[in-house]
């Protein structure tokens, strides 16, 4: 790749694993996912994804370069979130693990999903990508604690909206996102739920399929690439915010690096938001 002195490089960055960091970043290779496939892999390929952007936010005007980054590599074992944290999975099942390593009573944790999916699946075969929320509200987070955002039509069934329903799950349906936009329905989600922090499952088979053809689950009629990096970026600036994983990605199902690359720019615009926190 190209060498130029003042257009570094967000891979570069976050190989330099500053001792001024921010943010941290965790690889989470899980990978047993309902659909097989080889989301172990992502993490690998979203880092190699930040090596096409660069660390001017000209959006929000910040420069990543101002701050420092600490990569901790890849492991099934999640460490402590002694910063704000980005779990690069695997597949969802990974949110089930994050939440629990926040170290606090679930009842005192909120989690915002942006996923397509319930992921409200029995328990009866263990943990796996269709079922972390159930296995969280079997060990005790209260439904009303959770909010599930872009829920898609004829990606679910009856009987597990019925669950989210029943366990008092706020849930904000794809449709209706397109009418209250994303980031009056976040704030309204971060604001209107007393816990004591967050986390975010950001499940990238939320977007549109044609913007996402490495997530299996994605499909057509799904959020823009847009609309979820505005969602990182908000849920970034929340202090609240411990958490954010990335999940479902499969690098083996994408073209042309579209999905590694969105997913490496949702975790740059997440990063960007925590930056701005104490301003």
Request: hydrophobic letters at 40%; a negative charge; charged letters at 20%.
């Amino acid at each position: 790749m190209h060498h130029d002195p003042h257009w570094p490089r967000a891979g570069e960055w976050l190989k330099s694993s500053s001792e001024n960091a921010i943010v941290q970043v965790q690889g989470v290779p899980l990978n047993k996912s309902i659909t097989p496939g080889h989301c172990d892999e992502a993490p690998a390929a979203v880092r190699d994804a930040l090596m096409y952007y660069s660390l001017a936010d000209v959006e929000y005007f910040s420069s990543l370069d101002e701050f420092g980054v600490r990569d901790l590599g890849d492991s099934l074992d999640i460490e402590p979130y002694e910063l704000p944290t980005i779990l690069l999975g695997g597949d969802n099942g990974v949110t089930y693990h994050g939440v629990h390593a926040m170290g606090l009573p679930l009842d005192r944790i909120g989690l915002i999903t942006l996923d397509a999916h319930f992921d409200l699946r029995h328990l009866d075969n263990g943990l796996h990508n269709g079922n972390p929320i159930s296995a969280l509200l079997r060990d005790g987070m209260p439904g009303k604690n959770i909010t599930q955002l872009g829920i898609q039509s004829f990606a679910n069934s009856p009987a597990y909206a019925n669950v989210a329903a029943e366990a008092g799950i706020n849930v904000v349906t794809i449709d209706d996102l397109y009418y209250q936009q994303i980031v009056p329905t976040l704030k309204e989600a971060l604001d209107g739920t007393d816990v004591e922090a967050f986390y975010i499952d950001l499940d990238i088979d939320v977007l549109d399929r044609a913007h996402c053809p490495g997530a299996p689950g994605a499909r057509p009629g799904g959020m823009r690439p847009e609309e979820v990096f505005d969602f990182a970026y908000f849920v970034g600036l929340e202090p609240r915010v411990r958490a954010m994983d990335i999940v479902e990605f499969d690098p083996r199902l994408d073209i042309n690096k579209v999905t590694a690359l969105t997913c490496a720019k949702a975790m740059l615009f997440f990063i960007s938001g925590v930056s701005k926190r104490n301003d």
